[in-house]
């Protein structure tokens, strides 16, 4: 049974514009906090975005003030706004879980992801 399902990834130029969707299984969205991981080739995959059920959220610093994470709990699915994408920002972005809360957040390390969806900014 598929539980996560990115969409919305493609080919955007340097400055752009892309939101990413994340529909998810119930039983891990609702009243757990969600967040948005991104993985580059050669590194690990890394926690840039989270927001829980009350709508905090918590942005990396690389992605601090363009990006913004949000959350429709009555459609289970969670968003990535990407504004003003540089080239670092290229890579496959998964939405999945996040354990503890926004003040001490526990980046999911299980082994079920959904398939990703691939962001490519080219300059």
């Known amino acids: 049974q598929v539980q996560l399902v990115e969409s919305g990834g493609g080919l955007v130029q340097t400055g752009g514009t892309l939101t990413l969707s994340c529909a998810a299984h119930?039983?891990?969205?609702?009243?757990?906090?969600m967040g948005w991981y991104r993985q580059v080739p050669g590194k690990e995959r890394e926690l840039i975005a989270a927001v829980d059920h009350n709508g905090i959220t918590w942005h990396a610093d690389s992605i601090q003030g363009r990006f913004t994470i949000s959350r429709d709990d009555a459609r289970d699915t969670l968003y990535l706004q990407m504004n003003s994408v540089k080239a670092e920002d290229t890579g496959v972005y998964y939405c999945?879980?996040?354990?503890?809360?926004?003040?001490?957040?526990?980046?999911?390390?299980?082994?079920?992801w959904g398939q990703g969806t691939q962001v490519t900014v080219s300059s």
């Open positions: 119930a039983t891990i969205f609702r009243g757990n906090p």
């Open positions: 999945n879980s996040v354990g503890g809360t926004i003040s001490s957040l526990r980046p999911w390390r299980g082994d079920y």
